[in-house]
């Protein structure tokens, strides 16, 4: 991202519409919301992740001159729109809610507010960048919680869907909770140490198991992690690993952070057994790490089995979201400005707009909007989200009356006094400024920590997790409706 433009990594229909709005003399200001519509994995909620990786795509957007003689070589744009492509930049407003939210189908992540030729642009990057690290946050985020406080790395460079895929990837894991990637670019990129052992090369190379062990400890004296499983784990590997323990215990050269690592056969059983044997020579401090095509569900089925598992390397399946490949955002326009002066951070001046289907879940929420959290006071978490049209205020001494916008009839009153609510769509940009300086990656983790402590633990569970409502306020709602009632009278 730091070495290439990026102006191009968009669908075509993008640039052939911007020539249309050009030669139309079309460039109104309007406003784009990027949403989801469905969690991932069919959990309870997801997590924002890619809003750095976006900003810096925004700040440099631009057609250079190879991107514009690549453009006249096609031949389908006139010479005026090439030139007006020259002169391009991003002039426009960006709202987001920050990464390592926790986040709900249908709201906004992403608001965009430009005239027109800039908001269509930006769609395909916007969704691919959003799209891909919010799913594997997510999915990072799932691991951790089946883990219950063991550590989680990311382990799965070598099955990613390529190099950016796999380390943007492993930046989004970090964010949903892993302690840290086995991925040195990424590590080195966005802060923090990368992580590994050895593999079953190691001991292969060597005449014997114990040598290889030996000669690990040696380079590596203050992490020793052992890989027992080449030959056999319990027979050879788990006692030529406490050999070289003792070994060090009587040169009085304990590594500070030492133990074994499993990558095959029964792991809950191996792991008992290979605990039994660690405490009895002495060594209950040793770690016992895991991996081997885990995931959220089999993690979750290793310690109710009894796994004795401290922490665990989790690579393909979370560095693929391999249940559910893809995020499923959407970006589509909710607004059109109806007065030349409309202010961004409010409702009046626009023109909404609105996308109908006979697929209920399709059916877009118009106008310029914003997002509200609604949190319990006494506990500090989520009641619900609140979709509201920009400018909107609420009295929070007052009583609140949520519902269900499907279905109407089911309703929640909050009482006043019981209850805050938090505006959590910010800005990121303000007329082709950067207004936001993201966080680290370190940073980013522990925020989406504090985040996920606001759910319930009933939306956490892995398996019919229960729903966060998100719902509109009586003014969207009551704009809405009239809009779907007006269009179906046509």
């Not at 003689?69 to 030139?83: A, P, T």
């Not at 802060?191 to 060597?206: C, K, Q, V, Y």
């Amino acid at each position: 991202m730091d070495n290439r433009n990026f102006t191009l990594l968009t669908d075509y229909y993008e640039i052939t519409m911007m020539q249309g709005y050009f030669k139309n003399g079309i460039n109104d200001r309007v406003v784009f919301d990027l949403f989801y519509r469905r969690n991932p994995d069919d959990g309870g909620f997801a997590i924002c992740a890619g809003l750095k990786n976006a900003i810096d795509y925004i700040k440099s957007l631009h057609f250079d001159y190879e991107d514009i003689e690549y453009l006249r070589s096609l031949g389908d744009f006139d010479e005026d729109f090439l030139s007006f492509l020259a002169s391009f930049h991003f002039t426009g407003d960006m709202y987001a809610i920050p990464e390592g939210s926790v986040i709900f189908p249908r709201e906004p992540l992403v608001k965009i507010v430009a005239p027109i030729t800039e908001a269509q642009l930006v769609e395909t990057a916007l969704l691919n960048l959003i799209n891909h690290q919010s799913l594997i946050a997510t999915k990072a985020a799932r691991v951790c919680y089946a883990a219950r406080g063991g550590a989680v790395m990311e382990f799965g460079l070598r099955r990613a869907q390529g190099p950016d895929a796999g380390t943007f990837g492993a930046r989004a894991a970090v964010i949903g909770g892993c302690v840290g990637t086995s991925n040195v670019i990424c590590a080195k990129e966005y802060g923090g140490r990368p992580m590994g052992t050895h593999a079953h090369s190691w001991i292969m190379t060597f005449p014997d198991e114990l040598t290889a062990f030996r000669k690990y400890a040696e380079l590596y004296p203050n992490n020793t992690t052992l890989l027992v499983d080449t030959y056999d784990t319990l027979r050879s590997g788990v006692p030529h690993a406490i050999q070289v323990f003792s070994e060090l215990k009587e040169k009085g050269k304990m590594p500070a952070v030492y133990g074994i690592r499993l990558d095959s056969g029964d792991l809950a059983y191996l792991s008992k057994k290979a605990r039994k044997m660690l405490d009895e020579a002495g060594f209950p401090e040793a770690q016992i790490c895991a991996s081997s095509d885990l995931d959220e569900y089999l993690i979750d089925s290793l310690l109710v089995q009894g796994a004795r598992i401290d922490s665990w390397g989790v690579g393909t399946n979370l560095i693929t979201s391999k249940d559910t490949p893809a995020f499923g955002g959407v970006y589509k326009l909710s607004a059109i400005a109806s007065d030349p002066m409309a202010a961004s951070d409010g409702s009046a001046g626009w023109d909404p707009r609105i996308k109908l289907s006979e697929n209920p879940v399709k059916v877009t929420n118009p106008g310029n909007k914003t997002v509200f959290r609604i949190y319990d006071k006494d506990t500090g978490k989520i009641h619900a989200d609140l979709i509201a049209l920009a400018g909107e205020t609420f009295d929070t001494s007052e009583d609140m009356m949520l519902f269900d916008p499907d279905a109407t009839w089911k309703k929640t009153r909050l009482e006043g006094g019981a209850y805050e609510m938090k505006e959590i769509l910010i800005p990121i940009f303000k007329n082709g400024q950067c207004v936001y300086e993201s966080p680290s990656v370190p940073e980013l983790r522990e925020y989406c920590k504090a985040e996920l402590d606001t759910l319930w633990d009933e939306s956490r569970r892995l398996i019919n997790p229960q729903e966060v409502f998100v719902d509109l306020s009586d003014a969207l709602y009551d704009m809405k409706s009239e809009m779907l009632e007006k269009y179906s009278r046509r």
